[in-house]
């Protein structure tokens, strides 16, 4: 039996300056468990809120789990928080899933979590107009009555639009927008660019990039090794009960898994976390079983990953 009581972070669900929070949750973390998780700071938004990862394991085999590229998606900011909190809590009582201790599997596997990619995006979503920069007032497409359904950066660009891939997205626009627009260049925004050179650091084994709508898993991405991937995604449907989602060949996307699965030829899932709710933050009632789904993942991703990539 678990017996630490870990704390939620769902009440920062309801934050009057969401991304200050989250960093400020973030060092707290790191604080309190010192030699354990590292907090690092990978860059910068456009308004300049730092970008932070925190990295928990010293293992050959690397994980990144990252959330909110969609500015409306942050429910899943939340989920990867409680994740940590709910790692650190099996270690403490040095749990076992699938006979693997959590102290051994943080000795073969480092998780590098970033639960925050669009803090700008998130802010309007969640704080309307209130900390928008004064250059950033006049920009036409900072229409104030789409901010609760804002996906993109504070420059209008679809982070997840951003990747260089060789079947681009279908249906991305070239002018600054709510959602879909691509940017000027690849990697243009700085939100992009961090994880771009994250990415490279690192060159990680595997990756999940946490989005909320449609509970579904996307796994392909015109990858060599369909056999291998199929069978970790498989495992990930089982535990959350969330289907695959079988795509045409070629498969198209420009966002970042799919930029991790062409350049890298490592396994790469996106998870949709909720039922779809239209266009609009996920309610809050939906996030007990987003999390009782979802809270094992990052464990059975890497444990997954470290068996059939080595
Ligand atoms: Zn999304």
Not at 25 to 37: E, H, V
Not at 150 to 159: E, Q, R
Not at 170 to 181: E, F, L, M, Q, T
Request: charged content about 20%; glycine content about 6%.
């Amino acid at each position: 039996m678990i017996n630490r009581s870990y704390k939620s972070y769902i009440n920062l669900y309801e934050s009057s300056y969401f991304s200050k929070d989250i960093n400020k949750a973030i060092y707290k973390l790191g604080k309190y468990n010192k030699g354990l998780l590292y907090v690092n700071k990978i860059g910068e938004s456009v308004q300049g809120t730092p970008i932070l990862s925190l990295t928990i394991g010293r293992g050959s085999t690397k994980i990144l789990i990252q959330a909110t590229h969609h500015a409306r998606e942050a429910i899943t900011t939340i989920l990867l928080l409680d994740q940590i909190n709910y790692l650190l809590s099996l270690y403490e009582i040095d749990y076992s899933i699938n006979n693997m201790s959590i102290c051994n599997l943080l000795k073969y596997v480092t998780f590098v979590f970033v639960v925050l990619v669009n803090p700008d995006g998130a802010d309007l979503v969640f704080n309307g107009g209130d900390f928008i920069p004064q250059e950033y007032k006049d920009k036409q497409y900072l229409n104030e009555s789409l901010f609760s359904c804002w996906k993109a950066n504070i420059n209008g660009v679809d982070l997840n639009r951003n990747y260089p891939t060789m079947y681009p997205s279908i249906d991305s626009v070239i002018a600054p927008a709510y959602k879909s627009c691509k940017g000027p260049y690849y990697f243009s925004e700085p939100e992009t660019y961090a994880l771009k050179c994250l990415t490279e650091k690192y060159r990680f084994d595997g990756t999940i990039s946490y989005h909320s709508s449609g509970e579904v898993i996307f796994w392909q991405y015109n990858q060599l090794n369909i056999e291998r991937d199929l069978s970790i995604a498989n495992t990930i449907s089982k535990e959350t009960g969330y289907n695959l989602e079988i795509e045409k060949e070629p498969v198209t996307g420009s966002g970042y898994k799919d930029w991790f699965i062409e350049n890298y030829q490592k396994p790469g899932l996106t998870i949709e976390v909720s039922p779809y709710v239209g266009e609009k933050k996920v309610p809050i009632e939906n996030y007990k079983d987003i999390f009782e789904r979802n809270k094992n993942v990052p464990i059975l991703f890497a444990q997954e990953v470290f068996y059939k990539t080595i």
